[in-house]
Structure formats: C-alpha cells, structure tokens
C-alpha cells in the first residue's frame, strides 16, 4: 500500500492522527460499497426485518392482561406504544457481527480481511451503519400502518425529547453492535462462541425492555436494572421517548457503557488477533 | 418416491444412531449448552410470572394454566430445533452444493433419509425444561384424567405433525428458489407466538394460528385437553390438520423431487 505519489506515502503513516485521516477519507466509499452489498440482497434483509416480530408477540399477552384496566400504570395505548417503539428501536440497532466473527474466525476467513488497510471491525461497523436506512425504509410502511390502524398511537415528543432520543439510539446502536464483537471475538479461544452468545441473548431479552419494560418488575429491581448494559442496548431509549426517565442520567449511563465496553472490544481485539496469529491461520 | 413410504424402521434408527454419535463428540460445548436451554426455558417463562405478579387470570387463563401451554411451547421448539431444523436445513443446503444426490441415492425412502439423518442433541436440553415445565404445572393443578392425557399425549404428537409438514413445505421452496435460508428464520419468528395461550391473540391471528401456521395445536391444545376444556370439534380439526399437512408437504416434496435436476449435472 505504500506504492502512491508521495504526498500519499505521507497520508498513509502510521500515527494514530493518520489513521484517523485515512480512515475519514475512505468512509464514503466504504459506505457505499456495503451498501450496495446489502441492495443485492434486499429479498433477504426484507426477511430478517420481518422475521423482528417478538414484540408484537409480546404485546399480545400484555394487551390481553390489560383488557379489564391499566396494569402497573401500563394501559393497552402504553403497552402498544411501548412495543410500537420496541420495534424501531430492535430495528435500527441490529448488527451481526456475532455471526459473521464466528464464521470468519472458524473459517479463516478473516485472514484475507486483515490483508486490507482498513480493521475488519471498522469495516463491518460501516456495514451495519449502512444498513440503517434501508432498515429504516423497510420501518415505514409497518409503521404507516400502525398508524392506519390505531391512529392514537402516534404521539408527538417535544424536540429536547427527540434529540435527546436520537442520541439514546445511537449509543444503543454502538453498544449493541460493540457487545455483539465482543462475543464474536470470543471465537479466538472457543472454537465456537454462539452457545455464549445465546446465553447472553435469554438474559437480555427478559433485562434489557425486551419482553417486558422494566418498570413492572419487582420495584427493588427497576433502578438497579436500568444500570446495567443490557437497558442501555434498547430499553433506554424507549423509555427516554415514552418520558418514562430522566434524559440526561440516562443518556449518561448509556454513553458510560459505551466508552467501557469499546475499551474492552479493542483490548479483545488486540490479545485475540494474536492468538488467531498463533494458530497458523 | 412412492406415495406410501415403506417405513425402514431398522434404517431410521441406524441414521438417529449414527447423528446422535456424531454431534456428541463436541462434548464440553455439548454441556454447556445446557446453561443455554435453561435460561431460554426461563426466558419464555418469566414474562408470565411477571404479567401473573399483577393479574390473577388472563383470557381465563390462570398462571398454572399458561405455563402448560409454556412447558409444550417448550417440547415444540425441542423437537424443533433437535431435529426438525438440523434435517431441513441441511436440504436447502444439499440442494445448493448438489450433496443432496447422496442422499437420494439411498436406497430407503428419501423423505425418511431427509427428516431423520441428523439430531441436534443439545436439544434435549430444552426438552427437559418443557417436561419439567408441564410436570410442575400439573403438579399445581392436580392430576388429570387417564382419558385427558391420552389425548393430549395424541394431540402433542398431531401437533408436532402438522408444524413439520410446514416447515418440510417451506423447505421444498428451496427447489425453486435456492436461497431460502431466511424463510426458516421468518418461520421461527412467526411461530414464537406459540408460547401464549392462544386466546391472547384476536379472532384474525386465533384462526391463522390454527390453521396456516398451526403452532397452537402444538401448545395450546394439549394445554387445553389436559383442563379439559376441547370439544369434539377442535380435536378433529387438529387431527384433520395434522392429516392434511402431511399428505401436502409429502405431495410437494414429491414433486420437488420429481423436478429436481441436481446441481451437478
């Protein structure tokens, strides 16, 4: 890579601040070319979206207990909104890299990627970044026809509310993306890491506002539950637009776990891709 | 393929055998899947604790009662993803790559080849929280009848019938369009709402949910046989769903194969 006009030489260095430059310049690109990828293979992804049904599932026994008066302060409205909201939030923060960690470790895959001037995790984050509008445009039309269907769902928040949740989803989106990597590099020293990864998946649907927002779990429980990772990947966010939270207390647990857990991702990464050295790969 | 499958007995338990062999050597991943099935168990089970810590009864269903449907909903996604999903699976694979040809070449019924060959045993897993589950509701309830079980034993198995018969059909689309791997997924996706009694759901997705995507005569008809509650005309509609997914998955199949080329040739 070092064969370019001179000035380029420069550019390529290897200083962290380089780094950062080169990475900037190739961002565009980067983005379309997943893109592109993903448009190839829209059939599939519309798929994968709809296959993202489990709260609706989960709203229909909530809506049902709800049929004779609100329970725990949820009426139908709230429980409709709260997994209306569940839905979009689950779909614009999804990733995969679990999956494709585990097959490239196992596979050796991975070895070509390396070979590129740019880190495999930073390429597949810009792929799953470049996933969002398709996966917001395939959010549209279930939303439009929520809409159609029970117009006093939608509700309109204030903008300090919005942004504030615009901020929230995107921390959600890193740190469901960066916890994914982590179990993916797991593969480095388990020759198979999805067992762990649903293991990791049971807890989280039941702590992180999955199944159940978390206000009506056991009072002694809520607080402390809020605290950890898992709210902050989805529940956090619906609770911030459903006013049911403080925004800047949440917004900063949430943004807390992001900066710890991408320290944790890098060092894995750097001990990890050694050990893949050492097998021979 | 003939229309009545000789049923190799001898045959299908040399192919249950010889998977069982095969998937039990990972051992150390094998048990620690173990921590996976119990905490998916609690997974499907908590929301209703939950919902139960605030309401008596649902739909008339009380808590003891709901986690019936659990326990099966349980046994469902064992047989599942135990042997439903390794053996499918595995065909729209064949299909692509062309080692399907092996299979076909045996000299047993091919459908028996294609459903039995593999078993994923961390499967069992599962199967022992759904019986844990069904046994530990009983419990609470008290005993059912000899009569009431007899039939729910019938119509766990009609169930389990009529949601292979699906998913052999989805796979079979695998014959016309190679790559339908995500359709399983959107299948598993659709047929979570299993886990709920199914008079949760409204009138559109009650029937839909016994009909076209039959996961309810799974869960929650043994469920209800057991309380007693079924009568003549839905455990005749159950079995006569079992009957007719069967004939038609087999029929597709049939066909499927009857127009498949192979990949290499």
């Known amino acids: 890579m070092n064969t370019g006009a001179p000035e380029e030489r420069v550019w390529l260095g290897s200083g962290p601040g380089a780094r950062v430059s080169h990475l900037l310049r190739a961002w565009p690109a980067v983005l379309r070319v997943a893109f592109a990828g993903l448009v190839a293979y829209r059939a599939e992804m519309v798929i994968w979206v709809l296959s993202a049904t489990l709260p609706l599932v989960m709203l229909s026994l909530w809506n049902a207990a709800a049929t004779g008066g609100p329970v725990g302060g949820y009426d139908q409205l709230a429980f409709t909104r709260y997994f209306a909201v569940n839905l979009v939030v689950r779909q614009l923060t999804g990733s995969w890299i679990v999956w494709e960690l585990n097959w490239a470790i196992r596979k050796g895959e991975l070895s070509p990627k390396l070979l590129r001037p740019m880190n495999p995790l930073v390429y597949n984050f810009a792929e799953t970044l470049s996933a969002l509008p398709f996966r917001a445009g395939v959010l549209l039309p279930l939303v439009g026809a929520l809409a159609w269907w029970r117009p006093e769902v939608l509700f309109l928040p204030s903008p300090t509310v919005f942004f504030a949740f615009v901020a929230s989803v995107l921390a959600s989106f890193i740190l469901a993306w960066t916890v994914q990597a982590l179990f993916g590099m797991l593969a480095f020293w388990f020759e198979q890491s999805m067992g762990f990864w649903s293991a990791w998946f049971a807890i989280w649907s039941l702590l992180a506002g999955y199944f159940v927002p978390l206000d009506l779990f056991p009072a002694w429980a809520v607080a402390g539950t809020r605290l950890l990772p898992f709210y902050s990947t989805l529940g956090a966010p619906i609770d911030l637009l459903l006013g049911k939270v403080d925004p800047a207390s949440t917004l900063a647990t949430q943004w807390g776990w992001v900066v710890a857990l991408s320290a944790l991702a890098a060092l894995t990464w750097r001990t990890g891709i050694r050990r893949y050295g050492a097998v021979g790969a | ?265």
């Open chain 2, 1 to 265: 393929m003939r229309w009545w499958p000789r049923m190799h007995m001898e045959a299908v338990w040399a192919l249950v055998r010889a998977a069982l062999l095969t998937a039990m050597q990972y051992r150390a991943s094998f048990i620690a899947e173990f921590l996976v099935g119990a905490l998916s168990a609690v997974g499907v089970a908590a929301p209703l604790f939950l919902v139960y810590a605030r309401v008596p009864e649902i739909q008339g269903w009380t808590l003891d009662q709901a986690l019936l449907v659990t326990g099966f909903f349980l046994l469902y996604n064992a047989f599942v993803s135990g042997i439903v999903e390794p053996n499918l699976g595995s065909i729209v694979e064949g299909v692509r790559t062309g080692a399907l040809d092996y299979l076909l070449l045996r000299p047993v019924d091919a459908q028996l080849v294609l459903s039995f060959s593999r078993v994923a045993p961390t499967a069992i897993w599962e199967l022992l929280a759904g019986v844990v589950v069904v046994v530990g509701a009983l419990m609470r309830l008290g005993a059912p009848t000899v009569a009431d079980s007899a039939l729910a034993a019938g119509l766990l198995v009609a169930g389990l019938a009529s949601t292979y018969g699906l998913w052999l059909l989805v796979v079979c689309t695998s014959f016309w369009f190679v790559r339908v791997d995500n359709l399983r997924f959107l299948l598993s996706a659709v047929t979570d709402a299993g886990r709920w009694p199914v008079s949760v759901y409204g009138r559109g997705l009650r029937i839909a949910l016994t009909t076209v995507v039959p996961v309810a005569l799974v869960s929650s008809y043994p469920a209800m046989a057991l309380l007693h509650r079924l009568d003549t005309s839905l455990v005749l509609g159950a079995f006569a769903t079992a009957g007719v997914m069967l004939v038609v998955s087999r029929g597709v199949l049939r066909l499927a194969l009857s127009r498949y080329a192979s990949a290499s040739s």
